[in-house]
């Protein structure tokens, strides 16, 4: 007669379960849940480990590989027995992903991306100019470089525009802070030096962002890799709680 699977392997084959159901999409998916009988009924787990290819998370959105490991995690036992995770206390996790340039692109256009973008401002000599994207690029030509292009639309005081745009940057390292190598944009009435300057500090500001928000989770960026054609990302996040609605993301 065949051995039971011991609980850990259970936990771990509901978890993977509970999770592809949630996915609009996923190739491969592999979690590693490590606990023993008495945490599991008191809601505590050692740490979770996953790996996956392929996932789909949402709209547009998609990861072409994730290795993602978390410290300890609290649960409430009672929730979950009804398929509902809720955390008693925050967990940190760290996780390694790999993006394609379709994947990114494709991002581009999904809601939670493009609220990002929107609502957006340049200080002009004190004049508040705004500028709605209207195309986004990004390609990957490897050489550690990013480089961003497309048009925006520019609402100043009594004129509104468009303005195509091309950036290059070498993104954070852990020995050195981003760096933009070239900047570029046309305008059919062309564009003044002050404005010029404004546009660079807003892509400085963006390239910086230490963290963004996705509802209750906070990420940090480690490290980033440019390779030609794909994006590797280190990530530490905090998770509060786990998203059970459509997520709201800003930006710090």
């Given amino acids: 007669m065949p051995d039971k699977p011991k609980l850990d392997e259970l936990l771990s084959q509901v978890a993977e379960s509970s999770i592809s159901h ?3 999409k996923v190739e491969q998916i592999d979690i590693d849940v490590q606990t023993n009988i008495i945490k599991i009924f008191q ?36 929730s979950a ?23 990114i692109n494709s991002a581009l256009t999904s809601e939670m991306i493009s609220g990002l973008l929107q609502n957006l401002e340049l200080n002009v000599d004190d004049e508040i100019v705004s500028f709605e994207p209207r195309h986004t690029q990004i390609l990957l030509p ?4 990013i480089e961003i292009k497309g048009n925006v639309l520019l609402k100043e005081t009594g004129d509104t525009r468009l303005l195509d745009y091309s950036v290059i940057f070498i993104p954070r390292q852990p020995s050195q802070t981003p760096m933009v190598q070239s900047f570029h944009c046309t305008g059919g009435k062309g564009i003044s030096v002050e404005l010029i300057i404004a546009c ?5 500001e963006l390239i910086k962002l230490p963290y963004f928000e996705w509802d209750d989770m906070v990420f940090n960026l480690k490290e980033m890799e440019v390779q030609k054609g794909n994006l590797l990302v280190v990530v530490e ?16």
């Fill in 22 to 24: 949630q996915l609009d």
């Fill in 43 to 78: 809601g505590q787990v050692d740490k979770i480990s996953l790996a996956g290819q392929g996932l789909v998370i949402q709209e547009n959105l998609r990861v072409q590989e994730i290795e993602l490991q978390t410290d300890s995690v609290t649960i409430n036992p009672l």
């Fill in 81 to 103: 027995i009804f398929g509902q995770i809720k955390l008693n206390q925050p967990v940190n996790a760290i996780a390694r992903i790999v993006l394609t340039e379709a994947d």
């Fill in 142 to 145: 490897g050489d550690g470089k």
């Fill in 200 to 204: 660079m500090e807003k892509v400085k």
């Fill in 237 to 252: 996040a905090h998770v509060r709680q786990i998203p059970s609605t459509s997520p709201v993301v800003s930006a710090a």
